[in-house]
């Protein structure tokens, strides 16, 4: 099923008509009253008017705006009509209302596996609206279930293929990380899965990420400590650069120190700058022979 345009009249003339028809039958059986014999002709055009009023009743319609009514007659798809206005259309059809505003669905937070085989729970809003009418009514029973389904089922897909977060390898993409990539690879999912019920999808975003209750606790101490990793790796490679920087300046100003000086001056600093807590300075005033 692809969506056509229906046949269709300015509704507005098609009023006035119905007007007209409805006056003519009515004028017609008041003329019946001055009458001592009823005429068979005045009869006859008064039920034809009144026929062919309630024949033009049926055939007018109003859209609104972001709206479509799809004609149906006797079980036969005849066309959309997508403008806004009054019209008339093919009498005694039917006229199913059709929304194609742009709609949010925010689906439920779901606990699904990552890559790594870790139980997260995610959770996903899906921006949507319908561009066909006709496979909407028609090749689907009711689309926006369908949109419902069909979303939560593409979420569990691509949480699969990534995982909440990198730890070992910073490039490789994950949940936490690329967002906007996990969102694109979503909605070209979802557009492939929803094509069949004539919906376009505008965007889709995480609206929830997180790992499940069972496992949080213990991944966050994974992460502070990682944290704490790294932190740490570059309090020493700051406190070695500094170091260096220290003896540098005190060979450029004319300062010999032997190894045995150099290795203790290279360890107080060290053990000062990398310290988490203030250090306690030990004066030395010398050296006592015995």
């Known amino acids: ?13 098609a009023l006035l008509l119905t007007i007209l028809l409805l006056a003519g039958g009515i004028a017609c059986f008041i003329g019946l009253d001055g009458q001592e014999e009823p005429s ?19 055939a007018l319609t109003i859209v609104q705006p972001n709206q479509a009514r799809v004609i149906t007659f006797f079980g036969r798809y005849k066309g959309t009509v997508t403008d806004s ?52 009514m028609f090749d689907v029973d009711n689309y926006e279930k369908f949109v419902e389904i069909q979303s939560e089922t593409a979420i569990r897909h691509i949480a699969a293929h ?5 730890f070992n390898d910073e490039s490789a993409p994950s949940l ?14 979802l557009q492939n899965r929803l094509s069949v019920a004539g919906v376009e999808v505008l965007e889709t975003r995480l609206t929830h990420l997180a790992y499940a209750p069972e496992i949080a606790s213990a991944m966050l101490q994974r992460q502070q400590a990682m944290a704490i990793i790294s932190a740490r ?6 406190a070695v650069s500094i170091v260096e920087s220290a003896l540098r300046q005190l060979e450029e100003n004319g300062v010999e120190l032997d190894p045995e ?15 988490d807590k203030g250090s306690t300075p030990v004066i030395n005033t010398g050296t006592i022979y015995g």
């Open 1 to 13: 099923m692809t969506t056509k345009n229906a046949w269709k009249l300015n509704g507005f003339a």
């Open 162 to 166: 990534y995982a909440y977060d990198t």
């Open 233 to 238: 790796q570059r309090i020493v490679e700051g």
């Open 40 to 58: 068979p002709l005045l009869i006859a055009g008064g039920i034809v008017l009144f026929l062919l009023f309630i024949l033009m009743t049926t």
């Open 85 to 136: 206005g009054l019209w008339m259309v093919i009498p005694f059809s039917s006229k199913s209302k059709l929304s194609l505003k742009v709609r949010n669905f925010n689906s439920q937070t779901l606990k699904v596996n990552d890559a790594e085989g870790n139980p997260i729970e995610i959770g996903c809003v899906v921006v949507y609206r319908v561009v066909d009418t006709a496979k909407a």
């Open 176 to 189: 936490r990380g690329n967002t906007d990539e996990v969102g694109g690879q979503m909605s070209a999912e």
């Open 261 to 275: 000086r150099r290795a203790a001056m290279i360890n107080n600093l060290l053990v000062t700058i990398v310290s």
